[in-house]
């Protein structure tokens, strides 16, 4: 909001101002060139609107312009399917709905919906005068001197996600240098010849530069997942990222697993839980398949196993790749971690972390004392019980992967135009817990003693998830209770087919009691929460206001169709 929303707004209106300052200049006679300017005008125009509303548009696109804000502004439409076929020209308005953080006030909601059109919108490489479009963005990124601001807002979101899964400026640039002659060319070195030049250009793209790995958009029936990825090759300016579990989603679903006959259009987190290699996922999604019979599903699960072993970078991956962490054996021998019950826990606080981190990105862890009587007569003193000994969940590569991961977080975003001092310290005390979390863990897992300085900070650790840590600085009074409220919701899945979502949500934490068994604290009852986790398909996309009206309005008969992995009597054995 302090940062990345200016910057995204002054980006955007330099480009615009660049862009309508080229058209005016254009020759009459360079109608394509014409075309082409007219286009990144309107592409720059509507996100320097939406950012900053008092942006006036250029007369040149104006109408157009207007119209497309007014649509992203108010985040309404019918989800793609196959009676509501968007394409690639037309644009699916029911993405701009404000969903995730970015609905807290009016700026974080505008920062929202002008980074969704960048992150959307491709220049595809197959049509003529888009391409011709994309290949002069260089030109106009240079001549409006914005390279600098353009790569500081490009490498926060690749430190912070990981690379675009779309051709990217650079890749243009390298490819315009090898067809052209230079990185930017404008009409000099585009005129004469135009059809062979644009055509040499698409060879050389599709020969040289990564092809995208994720369809997100409708490519149209009966095309296979090679021609659907070529259907949708194209550059996008701050697109949006690859990240490893939409490849997941992506690939287990049609056409890739199913037929027309018996389609698989909605994938379930459960598949992206199996691939990490939760045993109750690959329970539930067995039951699943027998019902379904789903053509290449076993065989598509087999491949992307194989794929966590290249995850793409970026903070993204390395919260993804913890969640893993979840499911490997740690070396306890205490029993509740060997059971089958516990892996269900395990699936349910991976599912409802990984919901959490879908949300986040939509866009992109007593004193003991005595008293002797007074007097002559002995007296029995009252009994004081012990201090408590509790437990953390012994997972060391967990926390050691959750340290790493601020520790590199913060290594790649300080600095004048990274993170805020405030969060710097958030971040900060939030890797100290999580390292000495990891410490006490280790002594669990080895048997070593766990000190009584240990057990002191184990009782006392609620006290440091507070006001600090939780909220905002100057925050001294919070109006909204519903601030306070830890459900969420997050759609992380399309069907273009049928029209509808696949949203994940969270929901109020549950208590969990397990039985813990050392030679330093003996056989106890420990209490703490685990998440609760819900995934349904809609036919519309929802926001956290509306799913916290019905996880806190407590009528569970307004609850959508929904399954929950919340732990019950089947999952625990009774």
């Excluded at 006959?261 to 987190?269: D, I, M, T, W």
Aim: hydrophobic fraction near 40%; aromatic fraction near 10%; charge should be negative.
């Amino acid at each position: 909001e302090k940062r990345l929303l200016p910057a995204a707004a002054n980006l955007s209106r330099k480009l615009a101002l660049t862009a309508e300052a080229e058209l005016k200049a254009a020759p009459a006679a360079a109608t394509a060139y014409y075309e082409a300017l007219r286009r990144d005008l309107l592409y720059f125009s509507v996100p320097a609107k939406v950012l900053d509303p008092s942006f006036t548009i250029p007369s040149e696109v104006h109408s157009q312009a207007e119209t497309i804000v007014a649509r992203i502004n108010a985040g309404t439409g019918e989800l793609p399917s196959t009676q509501n076929f968007l394409g690639f020209e037309k644009e699916d308005f029911t993405q701009y709905k404000v969903r995730g953080h970015y609905a807290k006030n009016a700026a974080m909601q505008r920062y929202f919906r002008g980074m969704m059109w960048y992150g959307r919108r491709t220049f595809l490489l197959s049509e003529k005068g888009q391409n011709y479009a994309a290949i002069l963005l260089p030109h106009l990124v240079r001549a409006a001197d914005a390279f600098e601001q353009f790569d500081d807002i490009n490498g926060k979101v690749n430190s912070l996600i990981g690379q675009q899964d779309r051709y990217t400026l650079d890749g243009y640039e390298t490819v315009n240098e090898k067809v052209f002659g230079v990185r930017d060319p404008g009409l000099k070195e585009l005129g004469g010849d135009l059809d062979a030049k644009l055509a040499a250009f698409e060879a050389t793209a599709w020969k040289e530069l990564p092809p995208p790995r994720i369809v997100t958009v409708q490519a149209g029936l009966g095309l296979t997942p090679d021609q659907r990825l070529r259907a949708s090759a194209g550059m996008q300016f701050l697109g949006q990222r690859f990240v490893l579990d939409a490849f997941f989603l992506n690939q287990l679903t049609s056409p890739s697993v199913g037929t027309d006959q018996n389609p698989r259009n909605l994938p379930s987190a459960l598949d992206v839980m199996t691939v990490l290699g939760s045993s109750a996922a690959v329970d539930l999604q067995q039951e699943a398949q027998r019902e379904h019979q789903w053509a290449n599903y076993d065989g598509q699960i087999a491949k992307l196993k194989q794929q966590m072993e290249a995850p793409a970078g970026g903070y993204y991956t390395e919260s993804f790749e913890r969640l893993h962490t979840l499911f490997l054996s740690t070396g306890s021998r205490q029993m509740f971690m060997l059971g089958a019950p516990w892996q269900y826990k395990s699936l349910n606080t991976a599912g409802a972390s990984w919901t959490e981190l879908k949300h986040d990105t939509l866009l992109y862890a007593e004193q003991a004392g005595a008293e002797m009587g007074s007097g002559d007569q002995f007296q029995i003193p009252p009994y004081v019980p012990p201090p408590p000994k509790g437990y953390v969940e012994p997972n060391p590569a967990f926390f050691h992967h959750l340290t790493e991961s601020i520790d590199q977080m913060l290594l790649s975003m300080r600095g004048p135009d990274g993170l805020t001092d405030e969060y710097v310290d958030k971040f900060t005390t939030l890797r100290d817990l999580s390292h000495r979390a990891e410490a006490i863990t280790q002594e669990e897992v080895f048997g070593q003693p766990v000190s009584p300085g240990d057990y002191d900070w184990i009782r006392n650790l609620r006290y440091s998830f507070d006001r600090p840590l939780l909220l905002p600085r100057g925050a001294d009074e919070i109006k909204d209770p519903s601030e306070l409220q830890m459900a969420l919701v997050a759609d992380v899945a399309t069907d273009a087919v049928e029209g509808r979502v696949l949203e994940e949500g969270i929901g109020t934490p549950q208590r969990i009691v397990v039985v813990v068994k050392d030679a330093f604290g003996g056989t106890r009852l420990t209490v703490g929460y685990v998440y609760s986790w819900y995934e349904f398909a809609s036919k519309r996309r929802w926001n956290d206001a509306e799913w916290k009206k019905i996880i806190y309005g407590g009528d569970e008969k307004t609850y959508p169709d929904r399954k929950s992995t919340r732990l019950n009597s089947s999952h625990l054995g009774i």
